[in-house]
């Protein structure tokens, strides 16, 4: 079992800068692939990022491409999401997610078995 604790969200003005964190737990958590996905309001989960369980690839979608970079400190459990350039419309609710130890990334929420809380993302215009 893993558990997952996001943080770092908060309002933002346009251009402007955030960097997200998902702590977890579990001592297997470094077999994890791990992804962030956003829900908008009135609209569907999507993903945003992934990151393999060893950190040697990574995934975004396109709308975040060049602007976001995810990473992750296994040492710590730790995978982050630097969020730079903000946009409005990147406005929405940031969870974290992992599936199975050594699984691949995918980009469809159902494949995941872990989700965090989540935590608000606002930038304003």
């Known amino acids: 079992q893993v558990q997952l604790v996001e943080s770092g969200g908060g309002l933002v003005q346009a251009g402007g800068s955030l960097r997200l964190s998902c702590a977890a737990n579990g001592r297997t958590f470094n077999t994890y692939p791990v992804a962030w996905f956003r829900q908008a309001p009135g609209k569907e989960r999507e993903f945003v990022a992934g990151?393999?369980?060893?950190?040697?690839?990574?995934y975004y979608t396109d709308s975040v491409g060049g602007r976001f970079t995810i990473s992750r400190d296994n040492a710590k459990n730790t995978v982050y999401l630097q969020m730079n350039s903000l946009k409005p419309e990147d406005t929405a609710v940031y969870y974290c997610?992992?599936?199975?130890?050594?699984?691949?990334?995918?980009?469809?929420?159902?494949?995941?078995?872990?989700w965090g809380q989540g935590t608000q993302v606002t930038v304003s215009s």
């Open positions: 990151i393999h369980w060893n950190g040697a690839s990574t």
């Open positions: 997610a992992a599936r199975g130890a050594y699984r691949a990334i995918v980009r469809m929420a159902r494949e995941y078995n872990y």
